[in-house]
T-cell receptor
Framework: DQQVKQNSPSLSVQEGRISILNCDYT??????FLWYKKYPAEGPTFLIS?????DKNEDGRFTVFLNKSAKHLSLHIVPSQPGDSAVYFC??????????FGSGTKLNVKP | DTAVSQTPKYLVTQMGNDKSIKCEQN?????MYWYKQDSKKFLKIMFS???????INETVPNRFSPKSPDKAHLNLHINSLELGDSAVYFC????????????FGQGTRLTVV
């Protein structure tokens, strides 16, 4: 029933290395994908997005890759910093104003 | 100067009670949402309003009723609370209908005992 899945509940990475967070989806009609970052006791905050007509979008240390044939997207953080430690949610737009979220991946960046 | 604020942050109540969660945004956005984060951590959309008009109403029990007195406010009223309603509820807003990026409140943790 869940159309957006993040199969890794947690990820631990050393500071300075690359963090790769993955997300899979089932609905080929999704036209926009987003990543949100969430700290404890706060709401999610928007990080980066990508349209379905692109396969890559970069913003500073953050890059999102989209593989439509595999229905897979990933978020790369290079280099990872301790302040990046948070829960990352993947989301997909399936209609005007209708967004589907994954269950999140908790990233821990070790100093 | 919080952009999207929800009150209360925590709410503990007994089964059968009626409770409300308030949400206000000072961003001048047209669109507001309510999401529920369930025990499996998925964020699921419940309602979306655009300029006080309901545009998304997911399969949510009719014990849940959103109310938008103006486009800066979207409150969530829940009647006859059940144990399964325990969750974190997030309010969010976006500049206009169809816009992709949403701004979230800090969440309201509802516990029904």
């Amino acid at each position: 029933d869940q159309q957006v899945k993040q199969n890794s509940p947690s990820l631990s990475v050393q500071e300075g290395r690359i963090s790769i967070l993955n997300c899979d989806y089932t609905n080929s009609m999704f036209d926009y994908f987003l990543w949100y970052k969430k700290y404890p006791a706060e709401g999610p905050t928007f990080l980066i997005s990508i349209s379905s007509i692109k396969d890559k979008n970069e913003d500073g240390r953050f890059t999102v890759f989209l593989n439509k044939s595999a229905k897979h997207l990933s978020l790369h953080i290079v280099p990872s910093q301790p302040g990046d430690s948070a829960v990352y949610f993947c989301a997909a737009r399936g209609g005007v104003n209708k967004f589907y979220f994954g269950s999140g991946t908790k990233l821990n960046v070790k100093p | 100067d919080t952009a999207v604020s929800q009150t209360p942050k925590y709410l503990v109540t007994q089964m059968g009670n009626d409770k409300s969660i308030k949400c206000e945004q000072n961003l001048g956005h047209d669109t507001m949402y309510w999401y529920k984060q369930d025990s499996k951590k998925f964020l699921k959309i419940m309602f979306s309003y655009n300029n006080k008009e309901l545009i998304i109403n997911e399969t949510v029990p009719n014990r849940f009723s959103p109310k938008s007195p103006d486009k800066a406010h979207l409150n969530l009223h829940i009647n006859s609370l059940e144990l399964g309603d325990s969750a974190v509820y997030f309010c969010a807003s976006s500049p206009r209908r169809g816009n992709t990026e949403a701004f979230f409140g800090q969440g309201t943790r509802l516990t029904v005992v």
